[in-house]
């Protein structure tokens, strides 16, 4: 990855790196991936010697689990539209949008959605075989009447 990127990352919420970090320990779809895009693949033998640690590994399966168990919930209520608020550095977005009768709206910060967007192209890139044009990225105020109504009809 460019290094612009890690200049941009910088200025973002030390929680939403702290949570990626931990999800790259994880099955969760992409995490390891985009840690390994934003800070190479070095980064990760830190994280890696964090795993002596019980609580540390303990917030690793809370978060995984609390990932699955929305994934599971979204499959058992068959939605197709899907607007996900204040997603961070989930990628969620990116693995549902493998099933083309799935259209998905990730909101976040416009400094978070800048990087995502990037990062996003990049794992595409590298890691899919299937189209995203069900995948949308919104950064300001969610107006439910304006974006999903006039911008996006058949949600």
Not at 58 to 86: G, P, Q, W
Not at 125 to 132: F, L, P, R, S, V
């Amino acid at each position: 990855m460019s290094a612009p990127l890690n200049s941009y990352f910088n200025s973002i919420s030390p929680s939403a790196k702290s949570l990626l970090l931990n999800k790259s320990l994880t099955t969760i779809p992409f995490a390891k991936e985009a840690v390994e895009l934003m800070w190479g693949e070095k980064s990760l033998q830190h994280v890696y010697e964090k795993l002596t640690s019980y609580q540390f590994i303990l917030k690793c399966i809370h978060f995984e689990t609390r990932y699955l168990s929305i994934d599971e919930a979204l499959s058992v209520i068959n939605l197709k539209n899907i607007l996900e608020f204040s997603s961070g550095y989930s990628f969620r977005g990116l693995s549902k949008c493998s099933n083309p009768e799935i259209f998905y709206i990730d909101t976040d910060l416009p400094q978070i959605q800048e990087i995502k967007k990037k990062l996003i192209e990049e794992l595409y890139n590298k890691y899919c075989t299937y189209a995203i044009n069900n995948l949308r990225f919104t950064s300001r105020e969610f107006n439910i009447q304006k974006d999903l109504i006039v911008n996006y009809p058949n949600f």
